[in-house]
């Protein structure tokens, strides 16, 4: 049964820090790992999708790689602003098109 | 395009209660998964459909059910409700295996 955690729970960072939140998963046959952002009460937006063939993508100032073989992936965020203030969900898309998510990590950006 | 909307925003219902909750995918999108979202977790899968058909489930009880329309939106029912059904119900719509968009979610309150 694939499990996957999330660490920190939370992060309180000051303005302008770069940041990893990390992401790991027990089961490595995946077919890919998705990064989401939900702010409160809100629903989900998807970040990043990598494909299990691949090793990062990058979007803007948000960059996540996955390492398949260790069973994690990485969530860099450069030069974060109070608006990047939110959970970030990371998911493993299993057989099926099902995702399982972490419990997330409960980011805080202080200006 | 709409992307993924829900309705209702949000329930109040009594415990013992039935409850239907409905979902539109996002435009060229066939396939629909639904996930229940208690307070400080993350998501968990609780069934998906395609072709009108459910091809996956969750560890969800059968009071949970639902269904898919030729449309391809989707209703979720809950029978029986109890206290512990309390929870923001996330609708996510893909295409061959490609990102899941969620909408903004239902949430749900039973007293």
């Known amino acids: 049964k694939q499990e996957v955690t999330q660490i920190p729970a939370a992060l309180s960072v000051p303005e302008g820090e770069n940041l990893v939140l990390n992401c790991s998963f027990t089961?490595?046959?995946?077919?890919?790992l998705q990064w989401f952002r939900q702010d409160p009460g809100k629903g989900l937006t998807s970040l990043l999708l990598?494909?299990?063939?691949?090793r990062e993508q990058t979007s803007g100032r948000l960059n996540a790689s996955l390492d398949k073989s260790s069973g994690r992936s990485t969530l860099y965020i450069a030069a974060s602003q109070p608006g990047d203030s939110a959970t970030y969900l990371c998911a493993a898309l299993e057989y099926g098109n099902k995702l399982v998510f972490g419990a997330g990590t409960i980011l805080r950006v202080k200006s | 395009d709409a992307g993924v909307t829900q309705s209702p925003t949000h329930l109040i219902k009594t415990r013992g209660q039935q409850v239907t909750l409905r979902c539109s995918p996002k435009s060229g999108h066939d396939t629909v998964s639904w996930y229940q979202q208690a307070l400080g977790q993350g998501p968990q899968f609780i069934f998906q459909?395609?072709?009108?058909?459910?091809?996956q489930r969750g560890n969800f009880p059968d009071r949970f059910s639902g269904h898919q329309f030729p449309n391809y939106s989707s209703e979720l029912n809950v029978n029986a409700l109890l206290l512990g059904d309390s929870a923001l119900y996330l609708c996510a719509s893909s295409f061959l295996g490609g990102f899941s968009y969620f909408g903004a979610g239902t949430r749900l309150s039973v007293l």
């Open positions: 990598i494909q299990s063939s691949q």
């Open positions: 089961d490595s046959a995946i077919y890919n």
């Open positions: 459909y395609y072709e009108e058909e459910e091809r």
